[in-house]
């Protein structure tokens, strides 16, 4: 079928609307028309530093309704109502104990440019065009196995939900799912972008005592502390460390950094008490850590999370719940933008004009 994407032709390029070819769903894959699609950093570090092959159809933060099922699948049927997460194989050793976010395929099948058999389902003129995902969702229709889709509530704007499948689940997640901190304790998010503020929320909801937001937009500290944040701290006007320990009296048990920015991974190393973890989720590069005296000394944790280490089938309807009773409301930090104004959303998201935005795709 034909459809209508926005593709990436080349490292660093705006996003053309283009005609392209679409297949048909082959066993156990779905498709869906999408509705509307969230715009996520990880998008912009693909088109930027061609971390998947290019040409490609971009987009891992869909939303739509089922259009067709392929054969075998039993779990969805034309009408649902949908939200694509990432790919996972299902049957390694990870997937089948309930971390597909570390799959061991999860590189191949998310960046791979492939769908879940190794082949394409977009063309352009009889040339392949990459899925980014399992899903592309930068399109009015996308087609991804049925292990990364998700059925959501009808009563619930569908076009808000899709970053649900990415960004959102992983800072929510990383509190909820991996570091789970105690009720009554100390948490430090380090970036209030969507995913840091999604980890505040997130704090809020399991009773944390003190959230401190850490970032260098006094108008997104502003927003923190609407959505749960007990004290906010601008880096660029204070010295973080000193401020948090004074603040909790010897430095939080628990930390998320977003930002992947060595200085403030450092940071958020420091300002933890003895024993304190941290979850490290914003890509950060090549850096240096003093292991003795920023972990091993007062036996800290570091750790890596990955799509807030979720299980998207279980924790996608449970942020979906939290949202309909009011304790979630991930819908202050959205704006919609229409599909054709993809490349304003994608400038303003980079200039933090934009927390998080959504293309509204279909009219």
Same mark, same amino acid.
């Given at each position: 079928?034909k459809?209508?994407?926005a593709?990436?032709?080349?490292?660093?390029?705006d996003?053309?609307?283009?005609?392209?070819?679409?297949a048909?769903?082959?066993?156990?894959?779905?498709?869906?028309?999408?509705?509307?699609?969230?715009?996520?950093?990880?998008d912009?570090?693909?088109?930027d530093?061609?971390?998947?092959?290019?040409? #490609?159809?971009l %987009?891992?933060? $869909?939303? /739509?309704?089922?259009?067709?099922? =392929?054969?075998?699948?039993? +779990?969805?049927a034309?009408?649902?109502?949908v939200?694509?997460s990432?790919a996972?194989?299902g049957?390694?050793?990870?997937?089948l104990?309930?971390h597909?976010?570390?799959?061991e395929?999860?590189?191949?099948?998310?960046?791979?440019?492939?769908?879940?058999?190794?082949t394409?389902?977009?063309?352009?003129?009889?040339?392949?065009?990459?899925t980014?995902?399992?899903?592309s969702?930068?399109?009015?229709?996308?087609i991804?196995?049925?292990?990364?889709?998700?059925k959501?509530?009808?009563?619930?704007d569908l #076009?808000?939900l %899709?970053?649900? $499948?990415? /960004?959102i689940?992983?800072?929510a =997640?990383?509190?909820?799912n +991996?570091?789970?901190?105690?009720?009554?304790?100390t948490?430090?998010?380090?970036?209030?972008?969507?995913?840091?503020?999604?980890?505040?929320m997130?704090?809020?909801?399991?009773?944390?005592?003190?959230?401190i937001?850490?970032d260098v937009?006094?108008?997104r500290?502003?927003?923190?502390?609407e959505?749960?944040?007990?004290?906010t701290?601008?880096?660029?006007?204070?010295?973080?460390?000193?401020e948090?320990?004074?603040?909790?009296?010897?430095?939080?048990k628990?930390?998320?950094d977003t930002?992947?920015?060595?200085?403030?991974?450092?940071?958020?190393l420091?300002?933890l008490?003895?024993? =304190?973890?941290?979850?490290?989720?914003?890509?950060?590069?090549?850096?240096?850590?003093d292991?003795h005296?920023d972990?091993?000394?007062?036996?800290k944790?570091m750790?890596?999370?990955?799509?807030?280490?979720?299980?998207?089938n279980?924790f996608?309807p449970?942020?979906v719940?939290?949202?309909?009773?009011?304790?979630?409301?991930?819908d202050?930090?959205?704006?919609?933008?229409?599909?054709?104004?993809?490349?304003?959303?994608?400038?303003?998201?980079?200039?933090?004009?934009?927390?998080?935005?959504?293309?509204k795709i279909?009219?």
């Amino acid at each position: 079928m034909k459809i209508k994407a926005a593709v990436t032709h080349g490292q660093g390029q705006d996003f053309r609307f283009e005609e392209v070819e679409l297949a048909a769903p082959k066993a156990n894959e779905v498709l869906v028309k999408i509705v509307a699609t969230g715009v996520c950093h990880t998008d912009a570090v693909a088109r930027d530093e061609a971390i998947a092959p290019l040409p #490609a159809v971009l %987009g891992h933060e $869909g939303s /739509g309704i089922v259009e067709e099922v =392929g054969e075998g699948v039993t +779990r969805f049927a034309k009408g649902d109502h949908v939200v694509l997460s990432f790919a996972h194989c299902g049957h390694c050793d990870n997937c089948l104990t309930g971390h597909p976010t570390v799959c061991e395929t999860f590189n191949d099948l998310n960046f791979g440019g492939t769908n879940d058999d190794y082949t394409h389902r977009l063309s352009k003129d009889g040339h392949s065009l990459s899925t980014f995902f399992g899903q592309s969702s930068f399109g009015t229709f996308a087609i991804a196995h049925e292990r990364n889709i998700v059925k959501v509530d009808k009563d619930v704007d569908l #076009a808000l939900l %899709g970053p649900l $499948g990415c /960004g959102i689940q992983t800072g929510a =997640g990383t509190v909820l799912n +991996r570091i789970k901190p105690e009720f009554g304790s100390t948490i430090a998010i380090y970036g209030a972008g969507a995913v840091g503020l999604s980890a505040i929320m997130a704090a809020k909801i399991v009773g944390c005592k003190t959230i401190i937001a850490i970032d260098v937009h006094d108008s997104r500290l502003e927003l923190a502390k609407e959505l749960g944040a007990t004290h906010t701290f601008n880096g660029s006007k204070v010295d973080v460390v000193k401020e948090i320990k004074e603040l909790t009296n010897g430095g939080t048990k628990y930390a998320v950094d977003t930002t992947g920015v060595p200085p403030v991974v450092r940071q958020c190393l420091q300002a933890l008490r003895p024993l =304190g973890v941290a979850a490290i989720v914003g890509v950060t590069p090549e850096m240096n850590i003093d292991v003795h005296n920023d972990l091993m000394a007062e036996g800290k944790t570091m750790m890596g999370v990955i799509e807030g280490d979720s299980v998207p089938n279980v924790f996608i309807p449970e942020l979906v719940d939290y949202y309909k009773a009011g304790q979630f409301p991930f819908d202050k930090l959205v704006k919609f933008y229409d599909f054709e104004d993809i490349n304003e959303a994608f400038e303003d998201s980079k200039n933090g004009v934009t927390i998080k935005p959504i293309l509204k795709i279909a009219k």
